[in-house]
């Protein structure tokens, strides 16, 4: 098969055509007579005169063949007279249409779409504006040869498979059923939506879908973790869309779905990670009893690519909980937690060891947790909050060090400085000893 768009060059600088615009006034609907009339037409409608009779000859080669049937060509013959009535000069309209036309007898399409795409062209036509005709033509480009709907130098939405039909209600648009909509960047990061319908229009750029389901198996996670949507709207150009009412699907967390938002973007951080699509629930509390094997969460849910973010606020912070024989023994706030199936962070938790009636607590140190190895490791810095001592209400001591390790399924918590230094020391200070000049010097207001 000839690919016209692959073998045309597509650069023209044009003058004015006035003149020759009265000795053509119609295109000959005969095989050889319209190339004839086309290349003459293009040579006194182009500057470049090389690239204009490369670009006729390369179209000739095609129009010659059994494939460009007489059915094809008598929509040639009337589109091209259409455009001459319009005063259309031979780059973009001309040459764009005569691509377009090719693609989609590449592409093997029923014939009766290539007469609801002519009807649309006319419809088009009558706009006193080329601007919308220009658009469209180039759309057909695209979308005829690889099934690109939509393309700029930031975006290309575009379907790899399913069926469309071209229709008009005041404005052309392309209509989709039960079809995969990709919408990808030159660097071929991409998003989709599957099993989708909607509605495109070409001259605002927007999609209108209803329906379909976002997996979250581009992030790394199973095909059991997706959401389903209902309606959405896409401004292509911006290669983000967000949806409400969505319900989202991730059996490691929930045994039903949760309802909620939906934003899903087409971007890869600079880092490599995945921070897309992303969901919101609805609900302010969810309670999981095992978001990790033996961890209780309780706080708001979201998802941000493969991780899940827990949240909360300041006077109701998402909390993680760790039992020791079935008794409360660390809880963990914050309004932050960042998780997935290895791990649980957050840069700045309040944490409380329970021993019956008293305590170990720090307002707010680093908080990780590595699910195998089944160990919970707080680390207290020097910046702000953070270097505040953990407060010992059995001992009824304050206790400065660096790290606290604890294997949830041991007896025993270490205590003790960060590999990479030497030469700590620990140090323990009697509560009895406490003054206000020392919370302000802790508090850096000393």
Known sequence: MVSMKRIIPVLFLFFSFSAFSQKITSFTPDTAKFIKELDAYFQEGSANKEDATKFVENFKKFWQTSAFSKGYKDYVYTTCNSFLTK?????????NYLIAISNFINSKQDFDNLEKWHELIEKVLKNKNPKPIDNFLEMSVNLFEDGVFYKSPS??????????????????????????????????????IENTGGTYYPTSGRFYGKGGKVSWLRTGLTDEVYANIKKYTIDCKTGAYSTDSVMFYNPQYFDKPQLGKLTDKIITQNDGRLTYPRFDTYAKRLEIKSVIKDIFYDGGFSMRGPQFV??????????????????????VSARNFIMNAEKITSDNAAVKFYFEKDSI??????????ADQRKVSL??????LQKTPFSNSFHKVDMYFEELTWKIDS?????????????GQAFFESQDFFTMDRFNVIRGQG
């Not at 209600?169 to 660097?187: A, C, E, I, M």
């Open 87 to 95: 005063k259309l000069k031979p780059y973009p309209y001309f040459q």
């Open 155 to 192: 975006f290309e939405w575009y379907t790899p498979q399913g069926s469309y039909k071209f229709e008009y209600d005041s404005l052309p648009k392309l209509v989709f059923q039960d079809f995969t909509l990709v919408g990808r960047n030159p660097r071929y990061d991409s998003i989709s």
């Open 310 to 331: 827990g949240s909360g606020d300041l006077k109701n912070p998402a909390r993680i909980i760790i039992k020791r024989n079935n008794q409360r023994f660390l809880e």
């Open 361 to 370: 607590y720090h307002p707010g140190c680093n908080f990780k947790y590595m």
């Open 379 to 384: 680390i207290r810095t020097d910046n702000g």
């Open 411 to 423: 007896p025993k918590i270490d205590i003790g400085f960060l590999a990479a230094n030497l030469q």
